[in-house]
C-alpha cells in the first residue's frame, strides 16, 4: 500500500476536509499551551547563541553591524531546528500518531495543521523577538523591518523542512543529532535569501525580490512537504 | 455465507532475520469474533498491524469487500476501529478533549455521544480532568471508550483486557458480544479465556515458518 | 516485492525481471567484465592523452589539467544522486527490493565522488586562487551535496530494518532531489552578491577540442568505473540480504 498521495474521495460524511485542520489545530495548540515551559526553551535559546556571538568574535558594533543578519538568521534557524525533534515524538510514544494515520482523514491536513501549530508556538514567537537580537548585535534601525518580514516568511518554510526530518527520525532512540544532520543541508536557501533580504535592507536595496523567493519556497513547501512527511511517518510508524 | 468482509491471502511476514508467518491465509465475515493466538513472539501483534494497515514490512494480499485493499484504503479506514498496545490518549487533555479528537479524526461519530461513552466506561465525572492526574486503569478505560464511541464495523484489538479489572472484563466481553450480534467483526489477541459463544480461534504456533 | 495482480498488465516483463534480486545477480555478474574492462580502456588512455598530448592552458598552464579528474567526479556525483533518488522512488512506489539495494549502494559511491572533486577542487584551487578553499559557488554546492549523501547515509545506518530504511532514505533522498536545484541556484546567487566576478574555471570560453575531447573519453570513463563499482556494490548487497535463500546458499556451497 503505497498511498503517498492519494486522491481522497468525495463520498465522506461528516466533519469535511476543513473541520479536521481546524481540530487537529486547536487540539495542537491546546497541547502546546498545556505545556508552556516547552515553549520558551527555544526562545531562549536564540537568545543565548545571539550572546554568544559577541563575546566569542568581538563587540565591537561596526563588525557586529556587519554580521548581524547572518548571525540573527543562523540563530532563529538553529533556535526552530532545536524544537523540531519532538514535534512527533510525543505523539508517536503515546499511540495518538498511529490513530492519526488509521484516520480515513487525509492526514495531508493533520500534518499541516501540526506544522502550523508549531509555527505559531516557535516561529512567530521568534520573529517577534528578533528584533531584540537586531539590537544586542547592532543591526541598523533600516534593516528591522527587512528582518521581520524574512522572518515570517522564512520560518514557516524552515518548520515545514524541518518536519519531514522529524518524521523520518521519529522512530529513532537517538533522532536528536540525526535530525540536524538531514534537515541543516536544506535549510541552506532560505538562510541565503534570508539574511540576503536582511542585508539587502540595511543597505536600502528593494527587498521584493528576496521576498517573492521566500513566499515562492514557502509555496513550495505547503505544498510538497506534507506530502513527505506524511510518507515519512507512515514508513516510520510501520518500521 | 456472504462475501467476507476481510481477506488475507499468502501472508508472509519476517522479522529479525525470522519468519513470523508464511502463506497465512484466512477470512473473516460478518458477525465473527475470531481470537488469534500464540506464545510471546509469534507475531500476534505484527499480525494486528499488518492488518490495521499499520505495517506495510509483508508479502501477500489483503483484501476488503473483495477489493484489493490499496484500492479501497479510505474505506477500510473508515470500517476500522484499531485498538493497539499504546492507549493512544493525551495525557495533557481531559478525557472529552481527547474523545473529541477521535470524533473529529473518525467522519460520522456523533459528538453528543462522548458524554454517554464515556459513562460506560465510568468515567462520569471525570470528564474534565486532565488524563495525567488518573490511574492507570481509567487512563486505559479512557481509550476503551472509543469502543463506545465507534460506527466502525471492524475492530481490531490487541489485548483490550490489560490493566482492567474483572468487571470491566465481563462488560468488554459482552460489548464484543453486542458489537458481533449486529453484525460487526472483532478480531482479538488476548491472555483472558474468553467465555464468547461462536468465538473462532486462529494459532499463530502452528503457522511458524519452517526455514 | 507487491504481487499487486492489478498493476502488472501494464509493465513490461523485464521490469518484473529486475525485480528478482537472482535475476539481477546473474545479468550484472554477465555485465561486469565488459564494463570493467571498457572502464580500465577509457581510463587509461584518457590519462595518458589528457596528461601528455593535451595542450597546457595558457593561462593556467599544466596546473588546469587536474580537471580531468574533477569534472568527471562532480558530474557523476550530481547524477548519482539524481541516479539514488530514482531508484529510491521505484523502490518506495512498487516495493522493489533491488531498487532499494541500488538506492544503498549509490549513497557512499556518491559520496566519495562527491569527496574527490571537493579535494581536487581544492588541490586545484592553491596554484589558482592561492588558497585551499574559496566560496566558489560550484565548490560549495559540491559540499551541500557531499552534505546531502552523508545525511543519507546516516539515516540508513542508524534504522536498523533494512525495509524501513529503504523506504526512508527514499523519502530524504526524493526531498533532496527537490532542493538540489534550488540550493544551486541559491548558491550561485549568494555567490554573485558576494564575490565580484571570479574567473569561471570550469565554463571556459570555447575549449579546443583536443582539451575536451580527451574530458569527454574521461566522463565516459568514469561514469563506467561507476557502473562497475555499483555493481560489485550491488552484488554484494543481494547476497547479504538474500544469503538465506536456496540459490545463494547453493551457490556458496558451488564455490
Redesign the interface.
Known amino acids: ?4 498521495a ?1 486522491n ?2 468525495a463520498r ?4 469535511g476536509a476543513a ?2 485542520f481546524r ?2 489545530l486547536k ?1 495542537d495548540l ?2 502546546a499551551f ?2 508552556r515551559s516547552d515553549l520558551v526553551n527555544p526562545l531562549i535559546f536564540f537568545l543565548m547563541v545571539a550572546t554568544l556571538f559577541p563575546l566569542g568574535v568581538s563587540p565591537e558594533p561596526g563588525f557586529l553591524a556587519q554580521l548581524a543578519p547572518g548571525l540573527v538568521w543562523v540563530a532563529a534557524l538553529l533556535a526552530t531546528l532545536l524544537s523540531m525533534d519532538s514535534l512527533f515524538r510525543a505523539d508517536y ?4 500518531l ?8 487525509p492526514l495531508i491536513l493533520i500534518v499541516l495543521a501540526r506544522v502550523l501549530a508549531h509555527w505559531i508556538m516557535t516561529g512567530l514567537p521568534l520573529t517577534l523577538m528578533a528584533p531584540l537580537l537586531g539590537v544586542m548585535l547592532f543591526l541598523p534601525a533600516e534593516g528591522m523591518g527587512g528582518l521581520m518580514l524574512s522572518l515570517l516568511l522564512g520560518t514557516p518554510t524552515l518548520s515545514l ?1 524541518g518536519a ?1 526530518g522529524a518524521a ?2 521519529v ?2 532512540r ?1 533522532g536528536g543529532v ?1 535530525i540536524s ?2 534537515v ?3 535549510y ?2 532560505v538562510l ?2 534570508g539574511s ?1 533580504a536582511v542585508q539587502a535592507a540595511v543597505t536600502g536595496l528593494p527587498l521584493a525580490g528576496y521576498l517573492a523567493l521566500l513566499g515562492a ?1 514557502l509555496a ?1 513547501g505547503v505544498v ?1 512537504a506534507p506530502l ?1 512527511i506524511g ?2 511517518l ?6 | 455465507m456472504a462475501e467476507p468482509l476481510l481477506k488475507v491471502e499468502n501472508l508472509y511476514c519476517e522479522r529479525d532475520e525470522r519468519v513470523l508467518f508464511e502463506g497465512l491465509s484466512f477470512e473473516v465475515g460478518a458477525g465473527e469474533v475470531l481470537q488469534i493466538e500464540g506464545q510471546n513472539g509469534s507475531g500476534k501483534t505484527t499480525l494486528l498491524r499488518i492488518l490495521s494497515g499499520l505495517s506495510r514490512n509483508y508479502e501477500g494480499d489483503l483484501y476488503w469487500r473483495g477489493e484489493p485493499m490499496a484500492e479501497v484504503v479510505d474505506e477500510y479506514r473508515q470500517a476500522l476501529l484499531y485498538f493497539g498496545h499504546l492507549p493512544g490518549v493525551k495525557a495533557t487533555l481531559t478525557p472529552q478533549e481527547n474523545l473529541g479528537w477521535y470524533a473529529a479524526l473518525q467522519p460520522g461519530t456523533d459528538t453528543a455521544s462522548i458524554d454517554m461513552a464515556l459513562r460506560q466506561v465510568g468515567l462520569a465525572g471525570y470528564e474534565d480532568v486532565p488524563c495525567h492526574m488518573l490511574s492507570a486503569g481509567q487512563h486505559r478505560r479512557v481509550s476503551l471508550a472509543r469502543l463506545y464511541l465507534s460506527q466502525a464495523p471492524l475492530w481490531i484489538l490487541d489485548e483490550p483486557f490489560t490493566a482492567i479489572d474483572k468487571k470491566g472484563v465481563a462488560q468488554k466481553e459482552q460489548l464484543i458480544l453486542r458489537h458481533a450480534a449486529a453484525g460487526g467483526t472483532v478480531i482479538l489477541t488476548t491472555h483472558h479465556e474468553l467465555r464468547l459463544g461462536g468465538l473462532r480461534r486462529l494459532n499463530l504456533d502452528q503457522l511458524a515458518g519452517t526455514s | 516485492m507487491a504481487k499487486n495482480k492489478t498493476d502488472k498488465n501494464w509493465m513490461p516483463r523485464w521490469f518484473y525481471q529486475l525485480a528478482s534480486p537472482r535475476w539481477c545477480y546473474d545479468i550484472t555478474g554477465k555485465l561486469l567484465p565488459a564494463f570493467g574492462v571498457l572502464a580500465l580502456v577509457l581510463l587509461l588512455g584518457g590519462t595518458v592523452w589528457a596528461l601528455l598530448f593535451a595542450p597546457a592552458d595558457y593561462q593556467q598552464g599544466n596546473s588546469f589539467r587536474i580537471i580531468y579528474i574533477h569534472v568527471p567526479s562532480a558530474i557523476l556525483a550530481q547524477s548519482c544522486y539524481i541516479m539514488m533518488a530514482i531508484a529510491g522512488a521505484i523502490g518506495l512506489i512498487w516495493k522493489m527490493k533491488v531498487a532499494d539495494m541500488v538506492a544503498k549502494s549509490c549513497a557512499p559511491l556518491g559520496a566519495s565522488l562527491a569527496l574527490l572533486a571537493l579535494a581536487t577542487g581544492a588541490i586545484w584551487g592553491k596554484p589558482t586562487w592561492g588558497s585551499w578553499w574559496v566560496w566558489d559557488a560550484r565548490l560549495t554546492s559540491m559540499l551541500i551535496l557531499l552534505f546531502l549523501y552523508l545525511g543519507v547515509m546516516a539515516l540508513h545506518s542508524a534504522i536498523e530494518n533494512d525495509t524501513t530504511a529503504a523506504q526512508s532514505t527514499a523519502v530524504l533522498s526524493l526531498v533532496g532531489l527537490v532542493n538540489i536545484p534550488i540550493i544551486k541556484y541559491s548558491v550561485e546567487w549568494w555567490n554573485t552578491l558576494h564575490q565580484p566576478a571570479t574567473f569561471k574555471l570550469t565554463e571556459k570560453p570555447a575549449m579546443p577540442p583536443e582539451m575536451w575531447l580527451p574530458l569527454l573519453v574521461m566522463v565516459v570513463g568514469f561514469y563506467c568505473f561507476f557502473a562497475v563499482s555499483l555493481m560489485l556494490r550491488l552484488r554484494n548487497e543481494i547476497l547479504r540480504r538474500e544469503r538465506r535463500s536456496s540459490w545463494v546458499q547453493a551457490l556458496a556451497e558451488s564455490r
Open positions: 500500500m503505497s498511498e503517498i492519494t481522497e474521495p465522506r460524511r461528516g466533519p473541520g479536521v481540530a487537529a487540539r491546546l497541547l498545556r505545556s510514544e503515546d499511540g495518538t498511529e490513530q492519526a494515520l488509521l484516520s480515513p482523514q523542512i519531514i523520518l527520525t522512530g529513532l537517538k540525526l544532520l538531514l541543516l543541508p536544506l541552506i536557501p541565503i535569501f540576503g519556497m513550495l510538497l513527505a510518507a515519512a507512515r514508513i516510520s510508524v510501520s518500521g
